[in-house]
T-cell receptor, first 114, second 111 residues
Framework: SAVISQKPSRDICQRGTSLTIQCQVD?????MFWYRQQPGQSLTLIAT?????????ESGFVIDKFPISRPNLTFSTLTVSNMSPEDSSIYLC???????????FGPGTRLTVT | LAKTTQPISMDSYEGQEVNITCSHN???????ITWYQQFPSQGPRFIIQ???TKVTNEVASLFIPADRKSSTLSLPRVSLSDTAVYYC????????????FGKGTTLSVSS
């Protein structure tokens, strides 16, 4: 199994600003993903964080709005840029190993944009 | 990816068995069926996975008929702490692919 921590756990931000969320895993993992969960909704995949290369974004998500870094096999960051109230959500980091069937999730970062 | 359909919500009482059924008519031959549980303010966690027939672990049982177009998650003797959202997912076991979540079933257990 993998233990995932995220920082910050929550934040309240003003519109127009940016927030960077950190994801740290206790072991090296092949795949890292970022999800968004809006209030009362299911999880939506934002992107796959690729180590050493640009992230792969899902439809509706763009790099300018959600830049992602993954400098090594245990760490990734997601930045929410130029925030608006619509970005208020829980952002979750998730990991999985190639060949593994289980995907592990971090506790999430609760973001409120005012 | 196969689309899944499951009830939006279910209610139960402590000590009862709860069965949550998920439909996945377009499941592919190499797709597995996986269930996740999410408590408020936490990320989802894996419950059980199966391909066909029946799978049982310490938490739940998963029943899959021969045509694999549906599956049923069975939670024996639920308690208040089983109140959560339960997600049925199909596929996503291929190397390099992320899980895609549907709407999930909100289970509320009362005393």
């Amino acid at each position: 199994s993998a233990v995932i921590s995220q920082k910050p756990s929550r934040d309240i931000c003003q519109r127009g600003t940016s927030l960077t969320i950190q994801c740290q895993v206790d072991s090296q993992v092949t795949m890292m993903f970022w999800y968004r969960q809006q209030p009362g909704q299911s999880l939506t995949l934002i992107a796959t964080a690729n180590q050493g290369s640009e992230a792969t974004y899902e439809s509706g998500f763009v790099i300018d709005k959600f830049p992602i870094s993954r400098p090594n096999l245990t760490f990734s960051t997601l930045t929410v840029s130029n925030m608006s109230p619509e970005d208020s959500s829980i952002y979750l980091c998730s990991v999985r190993d190639l060949g593994g069937y289980e995907q592990y999730f971090g506790p999430g970062t609760r973001l409120t944009v005012t | 990816l196969a689309k899944t359909t499951q009830p939006i919500s279910m209610d139960s009482y402590e000590g009862q068995e709860v069965n949550i059924t998920c439909s996945h008519n377009n499941i592919a031959t190499n797709d597995y069926i996986t269930w996740y549980q999410q408590f408020p303010s936490q990320g989802p966690r894996f419950i059980i996975q199966g391909y066909k027939t029946k799978v049982t672990n310490e938490v739940a049982s998963l029943f899959i008929p021969a045509d694999r177009k549906s599956s049923t998650l069975s939670l024996p003797r639920v308690s208040l702490s089983d109140t959560a959202v339960y997600y049925c997912l199909v596929g996503g076991t291929q190397a390099g692919t992320a899980l895609i979540f549907g709407k999930g079933t909100t289970l509320s257990v009362s005393s």
